[in-house]
C-alpha cells in the first residue's frame, strides 16, 4: 500500500513535470519578434485559431450595429483603409510574411455610434465610429486612427493579451475562440482584447503596445501617402477631449497624455526614414 502510494506520487510529480515543460515548450516555440520595431513577444494563439473567430464577430458586430449611411465618410474610411492596408500588404510580401498577407481579409466600415471609437480585429478587420471623425477632422486624421488600430492587428496585440491572460486563467482563449457570437462570455473577452462594442471609447492597451501602434501606424500612414504630422494633432484634440467635455470613463480608458504627443513627433523622421525604406524595397 505505502509503495502503490509513493508510484502513484511519483507519477503525479511526473504528470506536473511533462505538463511544466510543456508550458515552457509552447512559450518557447511562441517567442517571436514583432516586425519593424523588433520587440520581442510571446503569442501561443496561431492564425488557424484566431482568424475564423474574428471574422466570425466582425460579422456578428456588423448585423447588430447600424452602419453609416452618410456615403460620403464611409467612402472616405474605405479609401484610407484601402490605401493603409496596401501599405501593410505590400510590407509583409517584401518581408517574409506571404503567407500572412494571403490570410488577410480587408474590410472597413463606418457605424453609426456617437462613441469615441475605433478598432481592428484579426485579419484586417475595422470598424470606425462616427464619433471618433471629429477628433480626425481630415483625411490625414483618419489615416492616423486607421494606422494605429491596424498597427495593433498587424502586431497581434490582442493575441499577446489573450496569451498572457492564458498564463492566469486557463481556458481564457478557448472562450474567446469560441464560436457563438451571443455568448456573453465570448463577448466580454473579445471586448476587453479587441475593443469590440465597447461603449466607453478607444481601448487603451498596455502602454508598450499603445507606443508600438503609434509608431507602426505613422511608418503605415506615411507609405499610404498621408501627412504623419496629423498624427500628432489627433492626439492632441483627443487630449483637448479628454480634458473637456469627455465623461470620467474615458480619462480611465485613455489617457492620451503629453508624452505620447512628444513621442510622436520625436518619432517622426525615422518613421519618415522607414517608409522611405519600405515603399522602395
Ligand atoms: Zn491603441
Known sequence: MYFYKISIIKKKLKMKKVISLTIV????????????????RINVVSDAQILPASF??????L????????????????????????????????NGMVNEANNYRWEFNLIEDKTVNAWCMPGGKVVFYSGILPICDNTDG???????????????????????????QLGGIAVALGTGNKDPKTQ????TIYGVGSTVGMLAYSRTHETEADKLGMVFMIMAGYRPEEAVNVWIRM??????????????????????????????????AMAKKYNTQ
Not at 56 to 61: I, L, R, S
Request: proline content about 4%; charged content about 25%.
Open 25 to 40: 515548450f509552447l512559450f518557447i516555440v511562441s517567442c517571436s519578434t514583432v516586425p519593424i520595431t523588433g520587440r520581442k
Open 239 to 272: 487630449k483637448d477631449r479628454a480634458s473637456g467635455k469627455a465623461p470620467p470613463e474615458f480619462l480611465s480608458t485613455h489617457p492620451s497624455n503629453q508624452t505620447r504627443i512628444d513621442n510622436l513627433r520625436k518619432y517622426l523622421p525615422t518613421a519618415k
Open 142 to 168: 483618419i489615416a492616423a486612427v486607421m494606422g494605429h488600430e491596424v498597427a495593433h492587428a498587424f502586431a497581434k496585440h490582442g493575441q499577446e493579451r489573450m496569451t498572457s491572460a492564458y498564463g492566469q
Open 56 to 61: 466570425k464577430q466582425y460579422a456578428g458586430f
Open 63 to 94: 448585423k447588430e450595429h447600424k452602419i453609416s449611411k452618410d456615403a460620403k465618410m464611409s467612402n472616405e474610411v474605405q479609401n484610407v483603409g484601402i490605401n493603409i492596408s496596401r501599405a501593410v500588404d505590400k510590407f509583409m510580401r517584401a
Open 188 to 191: 466580454k473577452l473579445w471586448n
